[in-house]
């Protein structure tokens, strides 16, 4: 699988932070042991930080009327199934602060009966069944309602030595508001948004002579750009890329790290599978400097109602 790297600056103090822009079989073992290759090179690399995309254990769900076939594989790879991969994975994290320290996956997860959409968080420092480390999928497009109930508001948040990290779900990227607490409410630095993201959609302006094949993976970059810059913080994305082994819908990629400011600095393959690392990421302190430079949060605290949801304190991480 192709490496792709970058060095975003000279403070090795900051992560280095790798992303997964992968190709997810409808197969549990093949994914499981895609995540442990991509972990053992995040291993050799020297990341602090992997990402994965959404549901990498099972890979993407599909239409079926009766759900023949799509139930049976999300209870093959729901969670608690996987503990001794997802042992060996968390075994092999540092402690130390010089090698890699977090995992970030989303996967399957089944509470009283029912399954959902859920992220979870590797670290020697947590356990990551608790439920203050996970967060459950809230924005359900009509084909996941058939399989996942719709998590709370409870967002989940992380506190670390590099900065406050928040989480989405694909979906949960098309509503504003959600981004907008993580930035205005919980202080995130960035937010991280693990995808299974398509590409194929027409829109097309005759009159304008104006058109895309790939309307929703304009949608993506669009989205993850935007979220960064009317919120003033990093916006990081893993999303699946290429065909579904099922269906054959194709699926975007692009995943990538786009800064405060909004430009994207990184971005992977649209076709194939990549892996992006980009080393020294100076999370909390390229925040602070754009926002120095053009703070809006300030006329936005002065002019608009703050935001009263409660949410839940960042948890330590």
Same mark, same amino acid.
């Given at each position: 699988m192709r490496l792709l790297e970058r060095v975003f600056s000279d403070k090795e103090e900051c992560p280095s932070i790798l992303i997964a822009n992968l190709n997810l079989a409808s197969d549990v073992s093949t994914n499981l042991s895609r995540m442990e290759e991509v972990v053992q090179t995040a291993h050799e690399k020297g990341a602090n930080i992997v990402i994965f995309p959404e549901l990498t254990v099972t890979?993407?769900?599909?239409?079926?009327?009766?759900?023949?076939?799509?139930?049976?594989?999300?209870?093959?790879?729901?969670?608690?199934?996987?503990?001794?991969?997802?042992?060996?994975?968390?075994?092999?994290?540092?402690?130390?602060?010089r090698g890699l320290e977090y995992i970030f996956y989303n996967n399957v997860r089944k509470k009283e009966g029912d399954f959902y959409n859920s992220t979870f968080i590797l670290s020697t420092k947590i356990d990551y069944r608790k439920e203050e480390y996970i967060y459950d999928k809230v924005f359900l497009p009509p084909l996941e309602q058939q399989y996942f109930q719709q998590g709370s508001e409870r967002r989940l948040t992380i506190k670390t030595k590099w900065g406050i990290f928040g989480f989405?779900?694909? =979906?949960?990227?098309?509503?504003?508001?959600?981004?907008?607490? =993580?930035? &205005?409410?919980?202080?995130?630095?960035?937010?991280?948004?693990?995808?299974?993201?398509?590409?194929?959609?027409?829109?097309?302006?005759?009159?304008?002579?104006?058109?895309?094949?790939?309307?929703?993976? &304009?949608?993506?970059?669009?989205?993850?750009?935007?979220?960064?810059? =009317?919120?003033?913080?990093?916006?990081?994305?893993?999303?699946?890329?290429?065909?579904?082994?099922?269906?054959?819908? =194709? &699926?975007?990629?692009?995943?990538?790290?786009?800064?405060?400011?909004?430009?994207?600095?990184?971005?992977?393959?649209?076709?194939?599978?990549?892996?992006?690392?980009?080393?020294?990421?100076?999370?909390?302190?390229?925040?602070?400097?754009?926002?120095?430079?053009?703070?809006?949060?300030?006329?936005?605290?002065? &002019?608009?109602?703050?935001?009263?949801?409660?949410?839940s304190a960042p948890q330590e991480c």
């Open positions: 890979g993407y769900v599909w239409n079926e009327n009766d759900g023949h076939g799509v139930r049976e594989l999300l209870e093959e790879g729901e969670n608690d199934k996987i503990r001794p991969t997802i042992k060996r994975l968390h075994d092999s994290l540092c402690e130390d602060g989405l779900i694909c =979906y949960d990227l098309c509503f504003v508001e959600l981004a907008r607490i =993580y930035a &205005f409410r919980d202080h995130v630095d960035a937010i991280v948004t693990m995808a299974d993201w398509r590409s194929e959609a027409f829109r097309e302006y005759p009159r304008m002579n104006t058109k895309r094949d790939h309307y929703y993976g &304009f949608l993506w970059d669009l989205m993850n750009s935007s979220k960064a810059a =009317y919120n003033q913080v990093w916006s990081l994305g893993a999303n699946m890329v290429g065909r579904h082994a099922v269906t054959g819908d =194709y &699926f975007w990629g692009g995943s990538g790290i786009w800064a405060p400011s909004g430009m994207n600095i990184v971005q992977a393959s649209n076709i194939t599978e990549e892996l992006i690392l980009v080393r020294n990421v100076d999370i909390r302190g390229q925040r602070y400097k754009e926002r120095d430079d053009f703070n809006y949060q300030i006329d936005f605290a002065r &002019f608009y109602a703050p935001i009263k949801e409660d949410g």
